[in-house]
T-cell receptor, first 114, second 112 residues
Framework: DTGVSQDPRHKITKRGQNVTFRCDPI?????LYWYRQTLGQGPEFLTY????????KSRLLSDRFSAERPKGSFSTLEIQRTEQGDSAMYLC????????????FGQGTRLTVV | GNSVTQMEGPVTLSEEAFLTINCTYT??????LFWYVQYPGEGLQLLLK?????DKGSNKGFEATYRKETTSFHLEKGSVQVSDSAVYFC???????????FGQGTELSVKP
């Protein structure tokens, strides 16, 4: 199965540390999204790439957050100087082509900041 | 702004009961509408979608009709099974790169 994969699945870090998550989309999917989901809530959009270009960033994405998608393949999401409020599930999704094609989600990376 | 509101859960039903999960939306444009499902321990999966008014999306016995006049996209199933126990998310997407705006989710628990 070549679905969307995310690594790591779980991350526990101390407040103030930096963390980096990786997302490998379905190959040939040109669009890649990051979402954040807290307990009991729906996913919230963070940022979006079309190929290697980051085309949209949510106001939720503070300066401590940065995302990259070099070469338009895998993507990384880095959080600097983590805070307890960053504890959440970070989801990655990818989709092919244009328009409202199906978005395929990874299983997420659960971040706990202690 | 653009938003999605779902009925609060958890919803607990007996097997073979009728299911309705309400979803209403607010959108500045003309959105496409989706229902995603998250089974325990799994990632979000697309359940069904509708891209224009009066369209009906259907899959696995679930249906939802895009009602522009009431800005709604309620999810229904005539006879639920234990295996339908999951969290259901209503979402919309506008023509802005295809990002999804989700409701808060509704947990469904089906008892045998």
């Amino acid at each position: 199965d070549t679905g969307v994969s995310q690594d790591p699945r779980h991350k526990i870090t101390k407040r103030g540390q930096n963390v980096t998550f990786r997302c490998d989309p379905i190959s040939e999917h040109n669009r890649l999204y990051w979402y954040r989901q807290t307990l009991g809530q729906g996913p919230e959009f963070l940022t979006y790439f079309q190929n290697e270009a980051q085309l949209e960033k949510s106001r939720l994405l503070s300066d401590r957050f940065s995302a990259e998608r070099p070469k338009g393949s895998f993507s990384t999401l880095e959080i600097q100087r983590t805070e307890q409020g960053d504890s959440a599930m970070y989801l990655c999704a990818s989709r092919a082509g244009q328009g409202f094609t199906e978005a395929f989600f990874g299983q997420g990376t659960r971040l706990t900041v202690v | 702004g653009n938003s999605v509101t779902q009925m609060e859960g958890p919803v607990t039903l007996s097997e073979e009961a009728f299911l309705t999960i309400n979803c209403t939306y607010t959108a500045t444009g003309y959105p496409s509408l989706f229902w995603y499902v998250q089974y325990p321990g799994e990632g979000l999966q697309l359940l069904l979608k509708a891209t224009k008014a009066d369209d009906k999306g259907s899959n696995k016995g679930f249906e939802a009709t895009y009602r522009k006049e009431t800005t709604s996209f309620h999810l229904e199933k005539g006879s639920v099974q234990v295996s339908d126990s999951a969290v259901y998310f209503c979402a919309l997407s506008l023509n802005q790169g295809g990002k999804l705006i989700f409701g808060q989710g509704t947990e469904l628990s089906v008892k045998p």
